[in-house]
């Protein structure tokens, strides 16, 4: 796949809340990602899969549970998580 679009990636103030709850969980579920960023399950899922899309959110299962993380060996969100945790420091 080619490199995303930034303003793919930052395309809406959900998706900014969407990857800073992603970012500072470390991982999550989706019902934790939706309560941190107050979404829905709609946008939440569009969001999550968007950046499954671009390699840059990595997923594991544990039983019947998914948990998703930053994938940081995807630069693009390896440079969103640092500007994302400097934005956030002041």
Do not use: H
């Amino acid at each position: 796949m080619s490199a995303p679009r930034l303003e793919d990636v930052l395309s809406s103030r959900g998706m900014v809340r969407f990857l800073k709850a992603l970012v500072k969980s470390g991982e999550a579920t989706i019902t934790q990602l939706m309560r941190e960023s107050g979404l829905n399950y709609r946008l939440a899922k569009r969001y999550i899969s968007r950046l499954e899309a671009y390699g840059m959110v990595a997923r594991r299962r544990i039983g019947g549970i998914t948990i998703y993380s930053c994938n940081l060996g995807n630069k693009y969100m390896a440079l969103i998580r640092d500007l994302i945790l400097r934005w956030e420091e002041g």
